[in-house]
């Protein structure tokens, strides 16, 4: 058989990586994303792919859970955010939305942006006048609004509305008061907005004011059942349904509504009344039926008469805020849950069935036993006459000591994975990471039309709360057949089939204030001859690396992170000889990255990393240990050279990636890369774009253009990505 040193030279060459040393898949960068942009990656790491690129990512969201200031506004002594409203994802592709009532109006999260203002594009021959009048819904004081908008859009001339093609209608041209109520209906996807002066809705076009139906009452609360909403006023319950209002709860003692909320299991209103307790009301169900109403008071349980807010459990079990505690009702009877020195304020429930509460001295998040699987579990198996278990319900504090920015919170609402909430320093939010899945495919050096040539990987991230993020990959190339001739029969060809796999896990947690620290552990298997004739040796190896990552966010100023990674640490390997061996790629990563542009609708990111492979042999040609060759490799580079020039050829033994980002609207991202190795002899440009199809689901796609004078072999080159999470 032809000398297997031929056969890996050959291998090796073919990639054009690592040429001085082994296991090239530890160097094969993955993500069509960062390949898009010259292969950076180092200091951005913030999808799954961050398991190759650098480990420490895995400290931050969106890859682990985090706490994060999204709207800064101090309000310490009455909230700036008053009341939250989510739009919940009703289909694979939408998105979630979040709707926040401030003391002036309303504000719009589009999943990255807070926004004052309602985007319309204009067709046809649609002036911003016809835009306006469709918003307010009304032709009064229509001149005087379109002047609004126009001065919001800095539109001065005829010719500026010419050539406008999108248009920003602020919410505040129709809500200017304190939202005191908010509602986002998912079954019609309309948004009802309560204030001091009266009640409007929101259909995604334009608006309704119920003026001349309803008044110019103060709304209180609002939730719906089905078909019906309910409106809480300082002066009465109201039921809206098709089209027509009606009064309800007359016979209670008070008429001041303080907060509402349905009862889907249970068919049941729950009202808190001021001054009188919680109501509990079964609407009727046909023309011959009655409201049934009951009144819960402090004789039942309660901790006082004036409760603030409600909410209903996963188990149906009713939960009311009081300025000094909570009262529980468990179908059966009402308990009492205390905080003492303390002002509650405000209270939901997330879809884990945990409730969370809303004080002056943080947020607390109590889940009942009853709530977790083995508490539903024990209460089914549980005979009616044992006596009740001693209950195991779990307590978590969050305050600003570990989390939030402020410890009073005025409201919190659970959406998806994660919770929101209105502090005295604005909106703060706790990101419950998703899980991601990441999967990625090439097919290698197109030009050479080499059959069975590709690279695959797949990675996944799993956030493991306040200890970071753990990660799980595999890296894989096939070589595809190599068909050689035998070294005593020249004329009898042999095939081999080649292929090297990597996989491992990586791990990475905060170690301070905008640091991470990541590790990666690989066990790897390269086979560079199976199918090798009888009686001869395979060439295969297997082995283990690990690399060691920093990444420092907000570097001197915002938006600018550095990175630092050593990868693929561990001992060198042979194929068939023990006395020939072979280093794998160690190699240094330093990367920076610095988000130019950071507004409501665009976004462009830079980035630049330093790839520097600190393979050196000793005197025997025997490879050095990675403690000695990270440092020695650099000061004594293969070109040669002293002081300056010596510095210059290590600096040029390595490969420089440079690439730009822009992305819109958090929707379609364009990307341009550079990468230029002079040992390898590669200069590239790198183009390539992104779709975030949903809140889940992002693909990828980048391709090679060689602009050097050499063999371009990976010229015109495409690659795939894939990136699901949830």
Known sequence: ??????????????????????????????????????????????????????????????????WRMSYPEKSEKSPFFTKIAARTRPGFFAKSELWAG??????????????????????????IRDVVRVFVGTERGLDEFTRQVKKFNNINTPEDEAHIVEVRLPWNLVIQDTVTALLY???????????????????????????????????????????????????????????AFEQKGKVLPSQYIESLVW????????????????????????????????????????????????????????????????????????????FENNNVHDISVDKKGAIWIATDKGVWRHLPDYATASGRKAELERNPNEKE??????????????????????????????????????????????????FFYEKLLPVLNIPDLYHLFGGMTIPLAEWGTLGFFVNF?????????????????????????????????????????????????SDLSSGASTGEEEATTFGYAFDVGVLKKDLFTRHLNFAAVLANIGPSVYYVDKSIEDPIPLTWRIGLSYELLSSVDHKLLIAADYNRETVYDDDKGQPEPFYIASWKSIAKPELGGHGFTAAKNSLLQGVINLGAEYTYSNTVALRLGYLY?????????????????SDVLQFDFATIKDVGNND???????????????
Request: hydrophobic content about 40%; proline content about 2%.
């Open 102 to 127: 401030t003391n002036n109006g309303i504000m719009r999260f589009d999943g990255e942006r807070w926004l004052n203002f309602h985007s319309v594009l204009l067709e046809g021959n649609m002036k």
């Open 677 to 693: 190795d002079k040992t390898g002899k590669r200069q590239e440009v790198d183009l390539g774009f992104g779709f975030m199809l």
């Open 185 to 243: 209906e998912s079954r019609t996807e309309k948004l009802w907005v309560g204030t001091p002066k009266g009640l409007f809705r929101f259909d995604g076009k334009g608006w309704k004011t119920f003026d001349s139906e309803f008044g110019k009452k103060h709304i209180t609360a609002l939730t719906n059942q089905g078909a019906t909403l309910w409106i809480g006023t300082d002066n009465g319950l109201f039921s809206y349904r098709n089209g």
């Open 389 to 438: 278990p001693v209950k195991k319900d779990e307590w978590n504090h969050y305050h600003s000591g570990n989390g939030l920015s402020s410890n009073r919170v005025w409201v919190v609402l659970p959406q998806g994975n994660d919770v929101w909430f209105s502090t005295g320093n604005g909106m703060e939010q706790y990101k419950d990471a998703d899980y991601q899945l990441s």
């Open 1 to 66: 058989m032809r000398n297997l040193l031929t056969l890996l030279i050959l291998t090796a060459s073919s990639v054009l990586w690592a040429a001085g040393s082994a296991i090239i898949t530890l160097e094969m960068p993955v993500g069509a994303r960062q390949l898009g942009m010259g292969e950076v990656g180092a200091a951005i790491a913030d999808d799954a792919t961050a398991l190759y690129y650098n480990p420490a990512g895995l400290a931050f969201g969106p890859l682990a859970d985090e």
């Open 263 to 338: 009862s889907e299991m249970r068919k049941e209103l729950f009202a808190s009344v001021r001054n009188a307790g919680i109501a509990r009301l079964v609407p009727k169900t046909g023309s011959n039926d009655k409201d049934r109403w009951s009144l819960f008071t402090e004789e039942d349980g309660i901790i006082d008469l004036y409760p603030k807010a409600l909410a209903i459990d996963s188990s149906g079990h009713v939960w009311a805020a009081h300025k000094e505690g909570l009262s529980h009702f468990n179908l059966r009877k009402w308990e009492q849950v205390r």
């Open 712 to 726: 371009g072999v990976r010229d015109g080159q495409m690659r795939f990505g894939l990136i699901f999470k949830f």
């Open 477 to 525: 190339i096939s070589f595809g057949s190599t068909v050689v001739s035998d070294e005593f029969t020249s004329d009898e060809l042999v095939a081999y089939n080649s292929s090297e796999i990597v996989g491992g896990f990586s791990y990475g947690t905060q170690i301070g204030k905008n640091w991470g620290l990541g590790v990666s552990i690989k066990l790897f298997y």
